[in-house]
């Protein structure tokens, strides 16, 4: 009672849900919810080295594009667990997810973070380049895979470990890679990677627009 009211008899309108009243999951959602499944198992996966359910995440003609890396999945597995034997030291955060869909095709942008711990210039360095993966999936014998994924990297940074580290960097070298992931390829070129210098972001060239994905469904 609250002032000779009661109030949970106003609130008869609204009352709680029986717990038996989930609505049943239609096929869409089901996709969907897939979908993301697949998306946040790689990034799990490839980061623990599981590299059978890392495998799964893909159809076999599967294929990788990187800053670091473009080939053929198996390649790409191939390569990401002589890394892992070599120290080397990446991770990934996923986000928010949005998923458009188009019969047995989809797309799926999810915000992501990729960071990577590595010397710069003899000083160890954090590098967190922030962006989404761009990801190319088609429903084969039931299953969602990736076909194609393709990351837009939209903006990065490069902090010491040690605050009190003093880390001076090449202007020629970071300003031969675009603004999206300048820091982060100038880090990957130092350990010694071949990167690629014209991948997609969201300013300069090649650029991308923030949203529309609908096109590309039918490619």
Known sequence: MAGGKDIYAERAWCPPSPCNSVRRVDATLADRLAIR????????ARD?????AFRACWHDDGYMMATWFQGP???????????????VNILHFT????????????IAQTRMTIMQRAEVEGVLCDVNCLGRFYDFFEKRDGRW????????????????????????????????FPEGYRHLAYLQVR????????MPGVRGKPAVTMTTSEPLIAA
């Open 145 to 176: 895979g990736i076909v194609l994924r393709q990351p837009i990297y939209e903006k990065d940074r490069i902090d010491t470990v040690d605050p009190a580290a003093t880390l001076v960097l090449d202007p020629e070298l970071l300003a031969r």
């Open 48 to 52: 623990s080295g599981d590299w059978d």
């Open 95 to 106: 986000g928010g997810c949005r998923i458009t869909l188009n019969g047995t095709r989809a």
């Open 73 to 87: 999945k198996e390649d790409f597995i191939r390569v990401s667990q002589e890394g892992a034997a070599r120290g």
């Open 37 to 44: 499944d697949v998306v946040e198992t790689w990034v799990s």
């Open 191 to 198: 350990v010694g990677y071949p990167v690629k210098p014209d």
